[in-house]
C-alpha cells in the first residue's frame, strides 16, 4: 500500500454477455491530483467508473481506498466512502433551487422533522462564496441555468458531501470556453483542498491544462499512465488507439459541383436573424459559432423541426416547403441531432432495429416488412460502419457513445441522403473514432450528397469543412473559403470582433 494514493485498483475485471468490458485493470490515483482517464469508446472507462460508482461490481481484483480494502455495494455506499461522480448526463433536478440541489438526500432538519430551508440557503451560500461563484444565488431554480451552471451546482452537491474523489465524466462536452475556464477553476481549488479528481475526457487540449498524469485503456486493459509534463498529444494517442492519427478530416478531398440546396433569408424568432447561404453538391459546409449562436436553431427550421417565421429553402433551384421533418425527409434530407439520446436512437430498441428505423419504407410492400432485407441492411451497415457490437439484437442503450453515433449515422445514411445536416457529430467521442465518422461523411460527400456540419470544435471546423458559415447571436458574421483560415480568424468572427 501507498500512502500517497487515495485510489488503488489492482487486477479488475468485468464482463457482460458477449464482451469483456475490463480485463484485469489496474489504476492509481493520488492524494490532490487531477488523474486523466483516457481510451476510444469503448476501452472500459465508463465501466470502471461505474464499478467506483457503485452501479456495477467487478467479477474479480481489489479496491483500496484511503488504506482500505473496499468492496463497493451500491452508490449510496460509495458516496459514503466519499467517492462522487458527475455523469456527462446530468442528474440533477430543474424544478428545484439550487440550494435544494446541492443538498439534496442531505437536508438540515427541523427538529419537528421538517427540512430547514433557511439553514439549506445558508450552506449553498456558503459554498458559492467558497468557490467565488457571485452569478449563483441558493434560490435560483436550476432549469433557468446554462448547462455549464448546472455542472457547477453537480459538482458543488459532491463537494458538500465531503467527497475525497470526485469522478468528472466528459465535463465539457456542452461548456462554452467562458464555461469551461470556470470548471478549471473550481478543479483546481478543489485540488488545493487536497480533493483528488478522476477526469474522463477526449478533450486532449484540457488535459495537458489541467491534469497532472494521465492513464490509458485500450481495449478493456490498462496500456499506460505517464506523467502529463514528461508527454504530449501525440504519445497519448498513440497509446489510445495503437497507431499515429492524423487530424485530418478530409476536407477539399470531394469535387463540389453545382448548387444544391439554398436558404434564404431564414428568420426564427431571436434566435435566426435574416441567414442566407448555398450548399453544392459533394460539399461539406461547416457551421462554426459560440453556444447560442443560433446554428442549431437554423439546421432545424430547414429540416422543419422548428417553424420559421420567414424565409425560403430551395433544393435543385425550386422552392421546397419543408412543414415537418417528414416532408424533409421526402426531399431527400436527413439530420443527425447532438441529442443522439434523447432525440436521436431508441435505446431501447436493438441496435439493427435503429439501423433500419431511419427507412423503414424501403423495406416495406404493401404494408408488409421484409425483415429478411432489414437484417442484412444492419448487417451490411455493421461492418461498413465498423460498429462495434457482440450483436445486432444487443441493445442500443449497451453501445458506446462512438458506436451510439455510428448507429445513428447508419441509420440516416439508409436513407441515401442528398442534403445530411449533422449537429456536433464527434461530441464526446474519442479521436480514432471521429476519424472513422469523418472518413463516413466525406464518403457520402464523394458520392455527391451535401453536408451541412456543425461543430464547436474548432480543429473539426478546419480539418473536414470546405467552406465555413460564421455565426453570432443569430447573424451571420462571415463566410469562410477554408484555404489557409485559422482558428483566431473563426473566433474573431464567432465573437462579432470584426474590427
Known amino acids: ?56 461490481t467487478a467479477d474479480e481484483g481489489e479496491i483500496i481506498f484511503q488504506g482500505n480494502k473496499v468492496k463497493i455495494k451500491d452508490p449510496h455506499h460509495s458516496e459514503a466512502l466519499g467517492i462522487s461522480i458527475v455523469y456527462q448526463e446530468l442528474s440533477n433536478f430543474p424544478a428545484m433551487s439550487v440550494a435544494e440541489n446541492i443538498c439534496v438526500g442531505a437536508y438540515p432538519r427541523k427538529k419537528s422533522g421538517s ?8 450552506r449553498a ?5 467558497e468557490f467565488s ?47 469551461t475556464l470556470l470548471l478549471f477553476s473550481i478543479m483546481r481549488k478543489l485540488r488545493e483542498s487536497g480533493v483528488s479528481i478522476i477526469y474522463i475526457s477526449h478533450r486532449l487540449d484540457e488535459i495537458f491544462e489541467i491534469c497532472d498524469r494521465v492513464s490509458i485503456l485500450r481495449d478493456g486493459k490498462f496500456i499506460k499512465m505517464l506523467n502529463i509534463a514528461e508527454t504530449n498529444k501525440s504519445e497519448v494517442v498513440r497509446y489510445m488507439v495503437g497507431r499515429d492519427v492524423a487530424y485530418n478530416y478530409g476536407a477539399h478531398t470531394s469535387e463540389a459541383g453545382s448548387t444544391l440546396f439554398e436558404a434564404r433569408n431564414i428568420k426564427y424568432k431571436s434566435h435566426v436573424k435574416d441567414v442566407s447561404f448555398s450548399l453544392k453538391a459533394g460539399e461539406v459546409l461547416g457551421l462554426a459559432g459560440l453556444e447560442g449562436a443560433g446554428r442549431t436553431e ?11 417565421d420567414a424565409g425560403q429553402t430551395l433544393i435543385n433551384g425550386t422552392e421546397v416547403i419543408i412543414k415537418n421533418p417528414v416532408y424533409a425527409k421526402k426531399n431527400g434530407m436527413a439530420y443527425i441531432t447532438k441529442e443522439r439520446k434523447s432525440a436521436g436512437l431508441f435505446l431501447q430498441l436493438t441496435v439493427g432495429d435503429n439501423i433500419s428505423a431511419g427507412n423503414l419504407r424501403k423495406f416495406s410492400k404493401s404494408s408488409c416488412i421484409n425483415f429478411k432485407k432489414v437484417n442484412e441492411n444492419s448487417h451490411y451497415y455493421m461492418k461498413r460502419f465498423s460498429i462495434k ?11 458506446s457513445g462512438g458506436n451510439q453515433q455510428k448507429v445513428l449515422l447508419a441509420s440516416w445514411f439508409t436513407s441515401d441522403p442528398k442534403i445530411l445536416i449533422v449537429d456536433e457529430p464527434t461530441r464526446g ?43 453570432y447571436e443569430g447573424m451571420v458574421t462571415g463566410m469562410l473559403d477554408n484555404h489557409n483560415i485559422t482558428e483566431e480568424q473563426i473566433i474573431r468572427l464567432a465573437s462579432n470582433e470584426v474590427g
Request: proline share 3%; aromatic share 2%; with cysteine.
Open 389 to 399: 457490437t457482440p450483436s445486432l439484437k444487443n441493445l442500443a442503450l449497451s453501445l
Open 133 to 179: 461563484l457571485n452569478d449563483l444565488k441558493p434560490r435560483q431554480l436550476v432549469r433557468l441555468l446554462s448547462i455549464g451552471r448546472q455542472q457547477v451546482v453537480e459538482i458543488l452537491k459532491a463537494t458538500s458531501r465531503n467527497a475525497k474523489l470526485l469522478i468528472l465524466d466528459e465535463p465539457t462536452s456542452a461548456l462554452t470556453e467562458k464555461e
Open 298 to 308: 437554423l439546421v432545424e427550421c430547414i429540416f422543419g423541426a422548428l417553424k420559421k
Open 429 to 471: 467521442i474519442d479521436v480514432g473514432t471521429k476519424e472513422e465518422i469523418h472518413k463516413l461523411i466525406r464518403e457520402l460527400a464523394k458520392n455527391g450528397a451535401g453536408i451541412i456540419m456543425i461543430s464547436s470544435d474548432l480543429p473539426e471546423i478546419l480539418g473536414a469543412s470546405d467552406r465555413i458559415l460564421v455565426m
Open 125 to 129: 451560500q456558503a459554498l458559492l462564496n
Open 1 to 56: 500500500m501507498n500512502t500517497e494514493n487515495i485510489l488503488e485498483i489492482k487486477g479488475i475485471s468485468k464482463s457482460f454477455p458477449g464482451v469483456k468490458a475490463l480485463d484485469k485493470v489496474g489504476l492509481t490515483v493520488k492524494k490532490g491530483e487531477i488523474h486523466a482517464l483516457v481510451g476510444e469508446n469503448g476501452a472500459g472507462k465508463s465501466t470502471m467508473m461505474k464499478i467506483l460508482s457503485g452501479v456495477y
Open 115 to 122: 427540512i430547514n430551508f433557511k439553514e439549506t440557503n445558508r
